[in-house]
Structure formats: C-alpha cells, structure tokens
C-alpha cells in the first residue's frame, strides 16, 4: 500500500555537522551513504565523540561530499565554517577553529564507505519523521520549526496529511521506490537538549524541549533499519508492508 513519498533526504557527513540534501543516494547497511561518517573525538573523555551536546557550536558549521559516491573511499569533505570560509576534512583549520569555540581538544576519525559502527550512528540506522508532523509542531509552538534542529535522515510526504502518522508503522516494512530498497520502522525518538539548539547561531530555546515533552512525551520521529540496501531518490513512492 502506498503511503507517500520521499519529499527530502538529508545526510551528515560530519557528526554533528548540519548536514546536506542531495536529491538521491544508497541505502547502506548502516544507513544513508557516509551519514556519520567523520567524527571529532573528546580527547577529554577517552573514546568518547564530541556532539552538539557538549558543544552546541557544533551545529553552526556544515558539512558535504563534493564529488561522486565511491565504494572504497569518500569524496572529499567540504566544510563550512561558521565565518562563511570553507575548507576540506583534515585542514586543521577545522579542528583549530572548532576548538577554539568549544574550549574542546579534539582528535578526528574517519570511518569506511563499507561500515560505520552504531556509535557514531548512535541510536538506529536512519531517523525519518513526516512533512505534516513538522507542520503540526510548529502549529503547536506558534511559529514554523526548523527541520535542521531534528537532525532527520527522510522527511517523508505522507498521503493525507496525516500528523504523526509515522507512528503507527513500527514493526513494520516500507518499500522505497522500485529499485528494492526497504527499511523497518522501530520505535519513536526520544528528544534530548539537541533540538534546543538553533542551527544558524548555536542559540538555545528550551521551550521547545519543554513543549515536545509535555505534548508529545518527548517524542518526534521515528527510528528505522535498514532491510534491504540499494538506491532511494527525492519523490519516491513508499509502500507500507507488514
């Protein structure tokens, strides 16, 4: 049965980086093609990656592949710095400039376009939450909400309209357009001090934290793993099957 389409895809080369929209990429075992792949480690806290958590300037810069997907090794990284200059992964122009917002020493890891660990990833493969959802939130906060502040991997269209109707699918498969694609939709997503964060200026609004967790239990979007891997695309149709 069909139950929408894919209206946005958005990756996160660097964690905890603002990420890109690209119009089509691979479902990998670990998710999206090189979500998550490059990271900062806490050099204080031995083992330990530096998020928007402990170091909400993070979210002002952004990050992107310039150049095709490849099998054995990522494009090149493009950085956005929040001063507007841009530079590559492993220019310690990036470390040096991060560093000096957070008071944070950093060391930087990369990972393989074959495997990314549940670490880096976090929590499940893929984070998706509908168009009518982010509607009805901003309904419910009295302005528009920023989509960036999620963090989502999909943003889905979903035929009707209907709000938070992505949570009713757990346990349940959706196919992705026609070239096999499929993924399994797990469980809610508990909201953290992360959507606080406004991804133009690293400023906080607690509010809204407060208001997900009175209205909706602290819940917006759902986790999904990835089934079968292979293409997905902007405007592909989603199928929903048991």
Wanted: glycine residues 10%.
């Amino acid at each position: 049965m069909k139950v929408g389409t894919i209206k946005e895809i958005i990756r996160h080369p660097v964690k905890s980086f603002g990420g890109e929209s690209v119009a089509e990429t691979r479902l990998m075992s670990y998710g999206l093609y090189g979500d998550r792949s490059h990271a900062f480690l806490d050099t204080s806290r031995p083992g330990k990656f530096l998020t928007i958590t402990q170091a909400p300037e993070m979210a002002t810069f952004s990050a992107r592949f310039a150049g095709k997907e490849q099998d054995n090794m990522f494009p090149a990284v493009i950085i956005r710095m929040p001063d507007g200059s841009s530079a590559k992964w492993g220019d310690p122009r990036v470390a040096g400039y991060l560093e000096s917002l957070t008071g944070k020493k950093t060391e930087q890891i990369q990972y393989s376009p074959k495997s990314i660990p549940l670490g880096p990833i976090e929590e499940e493969h893929l984070q998706l939450v509908s168009a009518a959802s982010l509607r009805k939130l901003g309904e419910m906060r009295g302005r528009e909400v920023d989509h960036r502040r999620f963090r989502a991997n999909i943003i889905l269209d979903i035929e009707g309209s209907v709000p938070f109707a992505e949570e009713s699918w757990f346990g349940k498969k959706l196919i992705i357009g026609s070239g096999g694609s499929a993924i399994m939709i797990k469980r809610h997503c508990e909201r953290c001090q992360i959507i606080t964060v406004d991804p133009e200026d690293a400023g906080k609004d607690a509010a809204l934290l407060k208001m997900v967790a009175k209205e909706r239990s602290n819940h917006f979007g759902v986790y999904a793993s990835v089934v079968r891997t292979g293409p997905i695309r902007t405007g592909d149709a989603i199928y929903l099957a048991d």
